[in-house]
DNA sequence: CATGAATGAGGATTCATTCAT
DNA sequence: AATGAATGAATCCTCATTCAT
């Protein structure tokens, strides 16, 4: 019980504490919008002081990085639940079940989802430290890699086109089905398409695999 | 008739001028990102004082707003002569001369897309007029109507299939392009795609279709 | 109808354009208050352009002042048809109408009553040149001066106590008279005292003449 | 009790800035006037930063709003020492010592009177939390009260007008002799009545007190 | 004379970040 | 480690006044 216990114990309450600021900020966000936010409302929500925060975070953007990245993990856990690697599923399967739950997530965790979507261009880049980024860069790559997984695997069972790479066929998926939920994510443009959002995240979503059937 | 040509003069200045803020607005937006940019940055490079800016536009979402419909209504020009009502096409020929439209807009006008893509929430709909928005509406659905345009001509012409409403296939087609242009918009996304995003484009176009045609 | 004529019809036109400016002056001060009320509110309200307006008042103060004085005139034509200098009327009914004068015009003419509480202090002074505050201490004398009178008769006639000069009657009854108006003016204040204006107004006249008559 | 201690000197430091802060603002604005003062001003006679201000006072008409209880309560406390209430006064004599001290509150916290004499109507109101209006009327009401005492207490002892509420007749009072106050408050109007300040006081004191003992 | 577009010096308020305790 | 008071640059917006036409 000697100075590693007690640094194991430290670092532990470090982490705690940590994750407290990441749920206050992350309610917050949700709560009253990313550009809304200020540290003031984080802290209150943590019933910490304002400067603990900048113990644990070098800066909001940072704060906002590190919820981004639980954002992914539970995104990535929702995916490979949904991938199931231990049962006998075939590729096709696969990939209506990790579509099925990236609509979950969408749905369940709308707060992660919101975040992910609103990291708009360079601002985000340039308030993070490089090493953060490329961490973020790539956590999100697991995500990917189910869906390229579950691509290959459909492949192989020959129930889509052979001349089509696996990491390809992932890449379309995502952009068209994730293409889907941001247009329904902003009221304006929900106005404009007027269709239910499950309905026309299964259209896309048969289509696309009906096109990718075809020879 | 003085008096007609005098004030049909100045409203063309006053339009000029209007014209000229946005312009200024646009490179700004363009350059630092619609978050960072201030009325001081837009009356700068327009080479105006601060308060003429107020003089042309009631704040600064208001300026948005008008870029907003500034770019509508470029994407417009471009989808309208995609369409070219007055040559003999195809439904089908129609969808891919328009999603080739919308791809030439999302490259030459990359300012007026991000600026399109970049509206968060509820934020804006609530700074800006119920009547510019409603207009910002209504525009924004002239565009999507041509899709639905098209693929009504295609399922008439037996194309695609008859099950589905022509609007439905407008808005999956458009939610999935947009999808793969919203991804590669934002450079994190973009890396983790890594295929060119020409490629990405065209291979959801080319699913959709193919799965729009399978009975 | 050489010059002359033309200059005086000119004359008479500036009045009428001065006139114009200070009526909707007048108007805009009454409904938004003189603190929010703008120059752009009272050329839109004069239908008349910005710039026109300083070519009829050096400043926005000079306007206040000259609305001050049209206010002052207004209110010694009240008091000089109460006094009814042609009427064979003791001096006590003198004091009594011009009493009621005073409060016919706080309620007939609230805009300008208003007008001529909310001077405070120095800023209006040092704001208005001195012929023009010269002026409005005159204007303001003749008002005083009515009341003085009165006094002055009310003395002769025996019916005030002798020992105190007309002028000194005069001031203290304005004093508290007027005192009752402010303080009802105030929305704070006049839940503080919680009667009615009228009757207090009536108790402060008739007890201050009551103990004028006194030995 | 550490905790205890070091709170409670926590909470008086907190007090004693919010008092500096007041004292910085009374001194602007008895020097620039309520108009001229910005928030600025404030904070550079404090010697403190903008923001700071903003810690302990939500508003700048809070700022106000509290230099207004802090009159208040300075009036309130010349009041309770002229009215003696341990000692055997007569009520007449009371009033007279009660006006006594509204004229030296006057004269020696010119800048609190200032301040209570120069909020204009609504706009007050507005910008203010309904619970510091209410606090502000409640405090105003205490003055009041004390006047109302000393006239109950004539009243019963015969020397005042028995058929007058105590009520009114304090109303009456306080509203003619501030009217005397307001009106030598401002340069111009003192310059029209041309009488010293004291003289007209006392007159109007004096001609209240013989009007209201008359039978 | 009249116009009204242009000005630009403020003004109130916010908030990420620091730092003495 | 934790605090939270202090900072002050930044931001949006206003408005009296000027001046070229």
Same mark, same amino acid.
């Given at each position: ?11 532990? #309450?470090?982490?705690?504490?940590? /994750?407290?600021? %990441? ?48 954002? %992914? ?33 969408? $749905?369940? #965790? ?10 708009? *261009? ?16 790539? *956590? ?11 691509? $290959? ?11 089509? #790479? ?12 994730? /293409? ?14 007027? $269709? ?14 009906? /096109?990718?059937?075809?020879?």
């Amino acid at each position: 019980m000697g100075r590693s216990a007690t640094s194991s114990r430290r670092l532990k #309450e470090k982490e705690d504490r940590k /994750g407290l600021i %990441l749920a206050a900020a992350r309610e917050v966000f949700f709560e009253v919008g990313i550009r809304r936010a200020t540290v003031d409302m984080i802290a209150a929500k943590a019933e910490i002081a304002k400067g603990t925060v900048y113990l644990y975070f070098q800066t909001k953007e940072t704060i906002l990085a590190h919820l981004l990245l639980e954002g %992914l993990d539970t995104l990535h856990e929702y995916l490979t639940n949904a991938f199931d690697e231990s049962a006998a599923l075939d590729g096709e399967t696969r990939l209506r079940r990790l579509a099925a739950a990236y609509y979950d997530f969408y $749905q369940l #965790e709308p707060d992660y989802f919101r975040l992910m979507m609103a990291f708009d *261009r360079g601002q985000f880049q340039e308030s993070v430290s490089p090493e953060l980024y490329e961490l973020i860069l790539l *956590r999100s790559l697991r995500g990917l890699r189910c869906v390229a997984d579950a691509a $290959q695997q459909g492949i192989h069972e020959g129930r889509l086109r052979a001349h089509v #790479e696996a990491r390809q066929v992932a890449g379309m998926l995502w952009a068209a089905l994730n /293409g889907v939920l941001v247009i329904t994510s902003h009221p304006l443009r929900r106005e404009l398409v007027e $269709q239910e959002v499950e309905k026309l995240y299964a259209g896309v979503l048969e289509t696309m695999l009906s /096109g990718l059937r075809q020879e």
